[in-house]
């Protein structure tokens, strides 16, 4: 059965790091898109990064271009999302989900995505 564990929040001053994990379950890893998402209160959920897990360039929303990195463990069945110069407008709740697809579409539409996991929290103050 699907399963995705986010794991790494936690609160950041502006300017900081963090990395968010996103352990999978085996069937789920493997040939199929993993894709991060973030919701803050008010707002909609929107798609920040994705990487289709058999290979191909990551994509990025591009309000974090140049400062989130995503990248995979396959020994590990895990998807990272490294976050560094992180902003207060970054705060929010974060979500992996993964998609059984042999490609990531972008932008990333959440009703596509079959699986999710139970989200992560990051703050960042200013």
């Known amino acids: 059965q699907g399963q995705l564990v986010e794991s790494g929040g936690g609160s950041v001053q502006a300017g900081g790091s963090l990395r968010l994990s996103c352990a999978a379950s085996a069937q789920i890893f493997t040939k199929n898109c993993i894709g991060w998402f973030r919701q803050a209160p008010g707002k909609e959920r929107e798609g920040v990064a994705a990487?289709?897990?058999?290979?191909?360039?990551?994509y990025y929303v591009n309000s974090v271009k140049g400062r989130f990195t995503v990248s995979q463990d396959n020994a590990k069945n895990t998807v990272y999302l490294q976050m560094s110069s992180l902003e207060p407008d970054d705060t929010a709740k974060y979500y992996c989900?993964?998609?059984?697809?042999?490609?990531?579409?972008?932008?990333?539409?959440?009703?596509?995505?079959?699986?999710w996991g139970q989200g992560t929290q990051v703050t960042v103050s200013s």
């Open positions: 990487i289709y897990t058999n290979g191909g360039s990551p």
């Open positions: 989900a993964a998609l059984s697809r042999d490609y990531c579409h972008w932008p990333l539409v959440p009703t596509l995505f079959s699986y």
